[in-house]
C-alpha cells in the first residue's frame, strides 16, 4: 500500500544533541512537507519542498534543516539550535497536480522528547 | 493576524446529533480552498472534505458537510449523527492561491477544536 512512512514513532534525545526525523513516501508526490505540533495546538509549517533539490523555510525554520536528495525523501534535523524541540512532528506529501484541491497526505508522526 | 481562526477550544455532542464546528479564514486572494481534517488521540491526520473558494455549492461526504459562506469567510464543519469515533480534535486548513503558485501547496493550520461525543 502507498503511503509515508515516518520513523521512529517516539524519539528520546539529551538536550544539545542534533537528531534527525525520517520520512518515506511511496506515494510518487512531488511536494513534501514539515509540521511541527505542540500540544493543544495546531499544525505550524516548518519546511517545505516541491521538487529534488529545493526547498523552502515555513513559519518557524529556525534550528531546523532539511535535504531533498531523492523524490521519496525528505529527513527534517533538529539541531540543538533549535530552543524548545520537543514536540510531535508530522511530514506529508502531496501530488503536484496543478489544482488547489490536493489533500495533504500525512505520515503518523514522531514524537520527539529532549531531556 | 491569524489566517484561520478556530474559536471552540472543546465542543460536547451526543451520540447521533448533528454538531457544528467553525472555521473563519483571512485571505485577500480569491483562489483559495479550505480543507478539513480529524486528527483522532493516536496522532494521525486524515482528511475529510475539501471546498474550494470558486465552488458553487457546499460540500458534501458522507456525514459530513461543509457550510461555505464565501462573504464572512466561514467554513463551518458539519457532522450529521454523531458517532463515538468521531470524538477527536478537528482542524481546519487553507491553501492560497492558485495551485501553481508561489504557495507550494502548502496548508495553514487553525488551532483546532476537540470534539467529545457522549453515549
Known amino acids: 500500500d502507498g503511503g509515508i512512512t515516518q520513523s521512529p514513532k517516539y524519539l528520546f534525545r539529551k538536550e544539545g544533541q542534533n537528531v534527525t526525523l525520517s520520512c518515506e513516501q511511496n506515494?510518487?508526490?512531488?511536494?513534501m512537507y514539515w509540521y511541527r505540533q505542540d500540544p493543544g495546538q495546531g499544525l505550524r509549517l516548518i519546511y517545505y519542498?516541491?521538487?529534488?533539490?529545493?526547498?523552502q523555510k515555513g513559519d518557524i525554520a529556525e534550528g531546523y534543516s532539511v535535504s531533498r536528495e531523492k523524490k521519496e525523501s525528505f529527513p527534517l534535523t533538529v539541531t540543538s539550535a533549535q530552543k524548545n524541540p520537543t514536540a510531535f512532528y508530522l511530514c506529508?506529501?502531496?501530488?503536484?497536480?496543478?489544482?488547489?484541491?490536493?489533500?495533504?497526505?500525512f505520515g503518523n508522526g514522531t514524537r520527539l522528547t529532549v531531556t | 493576524a491569524q489566517k484561520i481562526t478556530q474559536t471552540q477550544p472543546g465542543m460536547f455532542v451526543q451520540e447521533k446529533e448533528a454538531v457544528t464546528l467553525d472555521c473563519t479564514y483571512d485571505?485577500?486572494?480569491?483562489?483559495?480552498?479550505l480543507f478539513w481534517y480529524k486528527q483522532p488521540s493516536s496522532g494521525e491526520m486524515i482528511f475529510l472534505i475539501y471546498?474550494?473558494?470558486?465552488?458553487?455549492q457546499n460540500a458534501t461526504e458522507g456525514r459530513y458537510s461543509l457550510n461555505f459562506q464565501k462573504a464572512r469567510k466561514s467554513a463551518n464543519l458539519v457532522i450529521s449523527a454523531s458517532q463515538l469515533g468521531d470524538s477527536a480534535m478537528y482542524f481546519c486548513?487553507?491553501?492560497?492561491?492558485?495551485?501553481?503558485?508561489?504557495?507550494?501547496?502548502?496548508?495553514?493550520f487553525g488551532q483546532g477544536t476537540i470534539l467529545t461525543v457522549h453515549p
Open positions: 506529508a506529501s502531496s501530488p503536484w497536480t496543478g489544482r488547489n484541491n490536493s489533500p495533504l497526505h
Open positions: 506515494l510518487n508526490h512531488d511536494a
Open positions: 519542498s516541491q521538487i529534488v533539490n529545493d526547498f
Open positions: 485571505t485577500s486572494d480569491p483562489s483559495y480552498g
Open positions: 471546498q474550494g473558494s470558486y465552488d458553487q
Open positions: 486548513a487553507m491553501r492560497e492561491g492558485d495551485a501553481g503558485g508561489t504557495s507550494y501547496g502548502k496548508l495553514t
